[in-house]
């Protein structure tokens, strides 16, 4: 399974920025995929999952400002950033969890200005 993530960059606080991750490989119908992210000398912190069945799970600080969704093929997932803080900035990853095994993407780099 390989997973690439891109659509991180530089914004502004207040303003948006969506994530993209396409999977690839031997991807399950039963699964749960979504984002992680990690700033420098932390561990790496969950973000937001959403399931093979459409269920989702936020973190307390991103819950009504961030979406994540999936496509209908459930092989991309996405996540809608929305009024972005300067305390979203972290390198994020991009998820992929079935049976006994976890897949990490690459990381994006999201950086939100003050």
């Known amino acids: 399974v390989q997973l690439q993530a891109y659509g991180g960059g530089l914004v502004q606080a207040g303003g948006s920025l969506r994530l993209s991750c396409a999977a690839s490989?031997?991807?399950?119908?039963?699964?749960?995929i979504g984002w992680y992210r990690q700033v420098p000398g932390k561990q790496r912190d969950l973000v937001a999952l959403i399931s093979s069945r459409g269920d989702t799970t936020y973190i307390e600080s991103v819950k009504g400002r961030f979406t994540i969704s999936r496509d209908n093929g459930g092989n991309a997932v996405y996540l809608q950033m929305n009024i972005v803080k300067p305390e979203d900035s972290a390198v994020y990853y991009c998820?992929?969890?079935?049976?006994?095994?976890?897949?990490w993407g690459q990381g994006t780099l999201v950086t939100v200005s003050s």
């Open positions: 490989g031997s991807i399950f119908n039963v699964n749960v």
């Open positions: 998820m992929l969890a079935q049976r006994t095994e976890t897949y």
